[in-house]
């Protein structure tokens, strides 16, 4: 299966097929090229914070940090939009700041879709299909930067729930892990989070392997549950440093006390 964090590249030209467009000039590939490569190094500076969120940033500016012009910063800029990394402002566009309320809800929206997914995986995934997944988790043990880990990360949830043969409980996987990837790498940065998510990864695709639907579906809960815990220890951690503006939401209580109960398996 394609990498989830497709390319803008390759979103144009399935748009062109499907349109019947014609096929991009050499200028139009290198400017989609640009894009790309803008998209790639912008994107890593959100994951780790060298664009801090809720910072205000503008396409002037972003040109003379990335020594782009205004065509291949502007494509990324939209993508990074979808993504939800990026959010338009009246003065132009900021980071997007941590949302705590959407990250409480993605959480539980998550559980809830990925339990069924898993579960018809374990009925439908094929060998061969599992055994692509393991080396996609074995990947992420050694290949790392934040653009390839932002791929790996995204992958592995997506093509678990793809392994279920439903292309929406897929898409809806997509969309929610998507949104998370930032908040995700706060704990996935270190040593110790990929070599957990390793490990938890590893034991679910086996599982699955072993169709064993209601201890895949406990494991894939626990380690939702797990990495819950960890963002919000890791998002208080980054308070200190990264200022009010940084966060929205988290109304109903503080995000270290979110969802205890969230933490038992029921």
Known sequence: MANRATSIEADAAADRRQTGAPALGRQERTEQLLGDRMLSRIRADILSLKLAPGEVISERALQANYGASRTPIRQALMHLIREGLILRTTRGYAV?????????????????????????????????????????????????????????????????????GNRFLRDAVQDVIARTMRVRWLVSNTVEGREAAHRDHSEIVRLVRDRNADAAAKALRHHGREVRRQIYDAINSTRRFLGVRSFAGGRRDDPGEHHDSGRRDR
């Open 96 to 164: 997007t700041p941590f949302d705590l309320d959407e990250l409480d809800e993605s959480f539980e929206y998550r559980e809830l879709i990925e339990d069924a997914a898993i579960r018809l995986a374990c009925a439908r995934a094929q060998p061969g299909d599992l055994d692509a997944m393991q080396e996609t988790i074995d990947r992420g043990l050694t290949e790392f930067t934040p653009e390839s880990w932002f791929e790996i990360g995204l992958d592995v949830h997506v093509r678990l729930a793809e392994l279920s």
